[in-house]
């Protein structure tokens, strides 16, 4: 299908030359003598793109422009002019033209602007459906009470310019809370960059935040863009800044507050605008009472708190939960669906969920890939996960007490309390033996039957 243009020039040679000439092109083409019959035809055809002479008796072309981005700010609109000066032009840019044509008119630039409009639309339709989509992705699932009000807050902080702080357990979708601010916030259209600050070197968490120049410190063989500069006009979050030592909070602090710095081994001061996300598992008022973390950090930082509620509070959403990932899984691995019987979907809403959202996708996921039928019941949940389970023994540790030998006991503790970690920890071995301190074989030596 041909692309629709509308001409509008109140003098008909031009108009009628023109329409001849970008037939033969091969474009649908409409036009109008005045600014007037350009809105109607606008209104009722609906057209690709508009070419749009300036200088027109009753309603000019900037006053006709400024209506069409009013009613239809997707249409790309390229003025035309016979004398036109600078000023003319940087008021049609400002009012959202996309170029401007100086007559005597050549065919061959009228269409490379043409061309160009019309690919410049296109990349805005595909961004915005990609937005949508992403959007889609980064949405938290749910419709419980504390997930309603955790939405609400969302879109009442989204758009402003106040710092964020995500608090919350682990697995509870800290970071999807915010890829969900920054989709919704003015700065969607820049980068989210995220720093992860425990997985960070302290030694190098500088030279990540700021950049370095090339020669900066043995080692800095060429120049390195910090995350700072990457997330500039967008979203820097940081993930798990609990996890920060006292020295990079000052220098994180610094650069919040001053909002410029220099690269380490630089002398150019290098500005930025970056809107702040912040998470973190830890009690950052216990960490600051300790000494751990910096009062005037927290402050800066802790302009709109939100807390994520964990899943042990929120079991009505699980059905929700389990039939997303489900799907999600299913169309990326391209395999057929599976269902969770009634005795599987109560045994889960029984389970403490001490990993949260995180450790039931990651179940979901095991199930569906080791269970060979359509419909997962409860004999296929690994242990753990059997209604028979205590909710309040949060593992089976409420049992100890009933052995009587101590050595078995300790065993038995060391056994359920790596269980749980391991649950904390979305059955990560990897991440639940660094945090424990110990190997991953020693895990596996522990639960091995």
């Known amino acids: 299908m041909f692309p629709t243009l509308l001409i509008v020039d109140d003098e008909q040679p031009i108009l009628h030359s023109l329409e001849g000439l970008l037939s033969d092109e091969g474009f649908n083409v409409l036009t109008a003598p005045n600014g007037y019959?350009?809105?109607?035809t606008i209104d009722a055809e609906h057209p690709d793109l508009v070419l749009l002479d300036i200088w027109m008796p009753g309603l000019d072309g900037i006053e006709t422009l400024r209506e069409i981005k009013k009613s239809h700010p997707d249409i790309p609109v390229i003025m035309i002019s016979g004398h036109g000066t600078i000023d003319t032009a940087v008021t049609a840019t400002k009012y959202g033209a996309f170029s401007f044509i100086e007559k005597p008119i050549s065919i061959d630039k009228v269409i490379v602007a043409i061309n160009n409009?019309?690919?410049?639309?296109?990349?805005?339709?595909?961004n915005r459906f990609l937005r949508t989509r992403m959007i889609a992705k980064n949405a938290i699932d749910g419709s419980s009470p504390p997930i309603l009000a955790l939405k609400q807050q969302i879109i009442a902080a989204a758009p402003t310019e106040a710092p964020i702080l995500i608090t919350g357990e682990n697995g509870t979708g800290k970071e999807l809370a915010a890829r969900t601010i920054h989709q919704f916030s003015t700065h969607s259209e820049s980068p989210l960059i995220?720093?992860?600050?425990?997985?960070?070197?302290?030694?190098?968490?500088?030279?990540?935040?700021?950049?370095?120049?090339?020669?900066?410190?043995?080692?800095?063989?060429?120049?390195?863009?910090?995350?700072?500069?990457?997330?500039?006009?967008?979203?820097?979050?940081?993930?798990?800044?609990?996890?920060?030592?006292?020295?990079?909070?000052?220098?994180?602090?610094?650069?919040?507050?001053?909002k410029r710095f220099c690269r380490l081994g630089g002398s150019r001061v290098i500005d930025v605008n970056v809107r702040i996300i912040a998470a973190t598992n830890k009690d950052l008022r216990k960490e600051i009472e300790e000494g751990r973390f910096r009062e005037d950090l927290y402050f800066r930082l802790n302009g709109v708190p939100l807390d994520m509620p964990p899943l042990r509070n929120r079991l009505e959403d699980l059905?929700?939960?389990?039939?997303?990932?489900?799907?999600?899984?299913?169309?990326?691995?391209?395999?057929?669906?599976?269902?969770?019987?009634?005795?599987?979907?109560?045994?889960?809403?029984?389970?403490s969920w001490p990993g949260n959202v995180r450790e039931l996708k990651n179940l979901v996921e095991r199930l569906l890939i080791t269970v060979n039928k359509e419909t997962i019941s409860l004999t296929d949940l690994p242990t753990p996960y059997r209604a028979s389970e205590p909710k309040e023994a949060a593992g089976g540790l409420s049992d100890l007490a009933d052995i009587s030998d101590f050595k078995q006991a300790k065993e038995a503790f060391e056994r359920e309390y790596i269980k749980r970690r391991l649950a904390e920890c979305g059955n990560d071995t990897a991440s639940a033996a660094k945090s424990l301190g110990v190997s991953k074989g020693h895990i596996t030596r522990i639960l091995k039957p």
């Open 37 to 40: 019959e350009c809105l109607k």
């Open 117 to 126: 409009a019309l690919n410049f639309r296109k990349l805005e339709e595909e």
């Open 194 to 258: 995220t720093v992860n600050c425990a997985a960070i070197p302290e030694a190098l968490f500088e030279s990540e935040l700021l950049g370095h120049e090339k020669g900066a410190f043995e080692g800095a063989k060429a120049k390195h863009i910090g995350r700072f500069e990457l997330a500039d006009g967008g979203t820097l979050f940081f993930n798990e800044i609990g996890d920060m030592n006292l020295a990079n909070q000052g220098k994180l602090l610094q650069v919040i507050e001053e």
């Open 319 to 351: 059905p929700l939960l389990v039939e997303r990932f489900t799907q999600a899984w299913c169309k990326t691995t391209e395999s057929e669906p599976k269902a969770f019987g009634q005795d599987a979907m109560e045994a889960l809403a029984d389970h």
